[in-house]
């Protein structure tokens, strides 16, 4: 909730300063005489510009991302922020505006060019004003030990008491320190911090987090205990959580790890979103239109699946089966049924195998085609899935497979696909063996995903189609 009350906050006032910034406009080209090169209109007049113009900038602001990581950010940083993307969205608006009603002479091409300019002043002037305001009114209430993030350490020993000490001395770095996770699960009697402190066992981690609205934990372990780190990443599986680790001397020298200094301490920060805002936008958007078109072209022989299915075999031509979603959510799965109808009802939960004598002989030629997938198009729609992801799992090998291969669990961090790296590059599993190697696959997708890497995995899922190698 605090979070959400940020960026709504920061949201209203960014409007606001941007209707004044039109409103100024105005006043300064033609109140003023500075580049009066049109007819003045009323300021009454303004007003449905304004507003037009103002959400026009919210949308560009939340597609880039300017209202992410609002917290304790650096006012230079967010000043660099403010002037990349105010100066890529008046960009815009001047072709949006102008492109089309210029006769392009020096003339005109230099009016638009002073006009355009003096606007970006005016937004980034306004804006970056704000947020300058609004994160100095934050830092001065964080000192005071209001709005601080709650955090807890994983590690009992000497680099857990290091940290915990140097955050409580620094009440600036916005964490307040519930307390301490032992990484072993045992409490040691040479532990350096408060054992009164101790909030329990890693394997209690998750728990602990949503008990006590956690936002930040620091792994702080000994050498001894680097082991767990793997099971701390799986614990801390949730959203708008920070996982911080502290390093060691290697670590922080190789250039191999970006680490932030929060007040001398060098901590590495745990990314969980790989893929700029923009991107992301983009990614949605191109979801949505690829679905839709292919929802569109695909209509009569979607039909024509049906009707085949239903003459071919008893029961139904949709399957409908829950699936897990991002960061655990449920939600239901449609597929084109390729098996006979009820297939697990004596067996329970089990993969399809090579030669499967559930599949009907529709069935091996859907799957072969991957035309059973096509249903999922909806799910990409509704926003449960996207077409590029790690395949959803249902929740019983969900469960099963995080118990047995490290960082499963960080496949849920973005959403499920139709298809997926491990699709591409990996045969369809029939053993935890072949899971396991998938999921490498999938995270290898979930720490580098782009928007050129989903394009590059649906023209291959694209010439699988078309050789017919899908199972």
């Known amino acids: 909730m605090k979070k959400v009350r940020e960026i709504a906050i920061t949201l209203i006032l960014d409007f606001i300063f941007l209707v004044l910034a039109w409103y100024v406009f105005f006043i300064l080209r033609f109140e003023l005489g500075i580049l009066a090169d049109s007819e003045s209109g009323e300021p009454g007049q303004l007003f449905t510009p304004a507003i037009v113009i103002g959400i026009y900038w919210i949308i560009i602001f939340s597609i880039f991302g300017l209202y992410g990581k609002l917290y304790l950010i650096s006012r230079f940083d967010e000043i660099i922020r403010v002037a990349k993307i105010t100066i890529i969205g008046t960009l815009i608006l001047f072709f949006i505006l102008f492109i089309d009603s210029l006769g392009w002479t020096a003339e005109n091409l230099n009016t638009a060019k002073t006009v355009t300019f003096l606007y970006w002043l005016l937004v980034f002037t306004l804006i970056g004003s704000n947020r300058i305001i609004l994160r100095t009114i934050q830092k001065i209430r964080v000192q005071r030990g209001k709005g601080l993030h709650r955090a807890v350490i994983v590690g009992t020993g000497a680099s857990a008491k290091s940290v915990s000490e140097k955050l409580e001395r620094h009440r600036e770095s916005g964490m307040n320190v519930l307390g301490y996770v032992s990484g072993n699960g045992a409490v040691d009697n040479n532990a350096a911090v408060n054992k009164k402190m101790?909030?329990?066992?890693?394997?209690?981690?998750?728990?602990?987090?949503?008990?006590?609205?956690?936002?930040?934990?620091?792994?702080?372990?000994?050498?001894?205990?680097?082991?767990?780190?793997?099971?701390?990443?799986?614990?801390?599986?949730?959203?708008?959580?920070?996982?911080?680790?502290?390093?060691?001397?290697?670590?922080?020298?190789?250039?191999?790890?970006?680490?932030?200094?929060?007040?001398?301490?060098?901590?590495?920060?745990?990314?969980?979103?790989?893929?700029?805002?923009?991107?992301?936008?983009?990614?949605?958007?191109?979801?949505?239109?690829?679905?839709?078109?292919?929802?569109?072209?695909?209509?009569?022989?979607?039909?024509?699946?049906?009707?085949?299915?239903?003459?071919?075999?008893?029961?139904?031509?949709?399957?409908?089966?829950?699936?897990?979603?991002?960061?655990?959510?449920?939600?239901?799965?449609?597929?084109?049924?390729?098996?006979?109808?009820?297939?697990?009802?004596?067996?329970?939960?089990?993969?399809?195998?090579?030669?499967?004598?559930?599949?009907?002989?529709?069935?091996?030629?859907?799957?072969?085609?991957?035309?059973?997938?096509?249903?999922?198009?909806?799910?990409?729609?509704?926003?449960?899935?996207?077409?590029?992801?790690?395949?959803?799992?249902?929740?019983?090998?969900?469960?099963?497979?995080?118990?047995?291969?490290?960082?499963?669990?960080?496949?849920?961090?973005?959403?499920?696909?139709?298809?997926?790296?491990?699709?591409?590059?990996?045969?369809?599993?029939?053993?935890?063996?072949?899971?396991?190697?998938?999921?490498?696959?999938?995270?290898?997708?979930?720490?580098?995903?782009?928007?050129?890497?989903?394009?590059?995995?649906?023209?291959?899922?694209?010439?699988?189609?078309?050789?017919?190698?899908g199972q």
Do not use: C
């Not at 949730?238 to 060098?266: E, M, W």
């Not at 997926?420 to 580098?448: C, H, P």
């Open 198 to 469: 101790i909030l329990g066992k890693l394997d209690d981690l998750h728990a602990l987090i949503r008990q006590n609205d956690v936002q930040d934990v620091i792994v702080a372990l000994e050498e001894r205990d680097r082991d767990y780190l793997i099971n701390v990443l799986d614990q801390v599986d949730l959203p708008d959580v920070s996982v911080k680790i502290l390093p060691d001397f290697y670590q922080v020298i190789s250039g191999l790890n970006q680490t932030n200094q929060i007040f001398g301490l060098p901590l590495i920060e745990v990314m969980p979103d790989p893929m700029p805002s923009w991107e992301q936008f983009v990614k949605r958007a191109m979801d949505m239109i690829l679905s839709l078109f292919t929802l569109i072209i695909m209509a009569l022989p979607m039909i024509m699946i049906v009707l085949l299915i239903r003459l071919s075999s008893p029961g139904p031509a949709i399957y409908k089966q829950e699936r897990v979603g991002r960061y655990g959510k449920l939600f239901t799965i449609y597929k084109f049924r390729t098996m006979t109808d009820n297939a697990e009802a004596g067996s329970g939960p089990r993969w399809a195998e090579q030669d499967d004598p559930r599949i009907t002989r529709l069935g091996y030629w859907l799957r072969k085609l991957r035309l059973d997938e096509l249903p999922q198009l909806i799910n990409v729609l509704k926003g449960e899935m996207s077409l590029v992801g790690p395949r959803p799992e249902r929740q019983f090998f969900v469960d099963n497979f995080k118990k047995q291969i490290p960082l499963y669990g960080r496949r849920l961090r973005v959403k499920p696909g139709i298809t997926g790296w491990a699709q591409v590059k990996w045969k369809y599993d029939t053993s935890i063996d072949d899971v396991s190697e998938k999921t490498k696959y999938d995270l290898f997708y979930v720490e580098n995903m782009s928007l050129n890497m989903d394009i590059k995995i649906l023209i291959n899922t694209l010439v699988t189609v078309i050789k017919g190698k």
